[in-house]
């Protein structure tokens, strides 16, 4: 008799044991089912912040995050490593925000000098690493469209540097050394006298550096 109970109550175990796993089992498909297609989670807004000199209506098609797609399939990494291809972004970070929001952090690259592209007629910035930023302003400017004050009062704070023709790609390095001399030059000065550097209107380079 002893024996048979035994085994009756490890049946009855088993059978305890199996319905809690299936219940967990059911629960779990529910709660994934219901993260996955609800539409709670739904995309309906992403917000960019930290754009001083790159506008958000830039960054926006890099991240490639499509409105009314599913929040917990927008893969964060993926989404910060397109929009820092960009090349005012120095870092990028991407935060999902439930139940509908998609938050874009961006670190900005800072212009160190602006630089003349004169084939061009294009001035483009230069950061501390030597990397060539966008146009400070559009090319071909027509006088009548507006121009942001803030970026040009940025723009005029920044020293003028001239200099022999080189080709300059934004997003790449400035390959010309004497270039990248007085970008060095700018930043000790920078570095040792702010005050100082913030008087330096133009700096003329020369291929002997």
Not at 22 to 35: E, Q, S
Not at 117 to 123: I, P
Not at 186 to 204: G, M
Request: charged share 25%.
């Amino acid at each position: 008799m002893a024996l048979a109970r035994d085994w009756i109550y490890l049946g009855c175990r088993i059978v305890i044991g199996t319905a809690m796993l299936v219940g967990v089992t059911w629960i779990t498909v529910d709660i994934v089912r219901y993260f996955t297609s609800s539409g709670d989670f739904r995309v309906r807004e992403v917000i960019i912040s930290g754009t001083h000199w790159a506008s958000p209506e830039e960054i926006r098609p890099l991240a490639e995050i499509r409105i009314g797609s599913n929040i917990w399939f927008v893969p964060s990494v993926r989404v910060a490593q397109r929009v820092a291809r960009h090349p005012w972004v120095r870092s990028c970070r991407v935060e999902k925000v439930p139940p509908d929001r998609v938050s874009i952090f961006i670190e900005e690259r800072r212009p160190v000098c602006a630089v003349l592209e004169r084939r061009q007629g294009v001035l483009y910035g230069l950061d501390e690493d030597g990397v060539v930023l966008p146009a400070l302003f559009p090319p071909h400017l027509d006088l009548e469209e507006a121009i942001n004050p803030k970026r040009l009062a940025a723009a005029r704070r920044l020293p003028f540097v001239t200099g022999p023709e080189t080709f300059l790609v934004p997003g790449d390095v400035v390959d010309n050394p004497s270039y990248l001399s007085v970008l060095e030059l700018l930043l000790q000065l920078r570095e040792a006298s702010p005050t100082f550097c913030d008087c330096i209107d133009s700096v003329s380079v020369f291929d002997e550096g």
